[in-house]
């Protein structure tokens, strides 16, 4: 018996809505996110262990090292997304 139909999809979209909704708000928060790794320089804070106000520690010149892993998230975001909507473009073109 194999599943289709539009109850089928109403059914599983019911389901995948709060994921994608909770996707949704942690890929805008990510790429809206202002501070970069430098924005919380501190000299007198090297080598810190993970604390409430920086979750990831701080690197040798007192970086917050959470900031830094946000900035490659939102790096790497931008760059899937770039690269799908070019793919997407260029195979609507060709095709």
Request: glycine residues 12%; aromatic residues 4%.
């Amino acid at each position: 018996m194999v599943r289709s139909g539009p109850q089928f999809r109403r059914a599983a979209l019911r389901r995948a809505l709060p994921l994608l909704v909770i996707a949704l708000v942690v890929v805008v928060l990510v790429l809206t996110l202002p501070d970069g790794p430098l924005a919380s320089l501190s000299s007198s804070l090297p080598f810190q262990p993970p604390s409430r106000a920086h979750p990831f520690g701080t690197d040798d010149l007192g970086r917050d090292m959470g900031a830094a892993v946000l900035l490659g998230v939102r790096t790497s975001l931008l760059l899937g997304i770039g690269v799908t909507v070019l793919a997407q473009v260029l195979g609507i073109g060709v095709g």
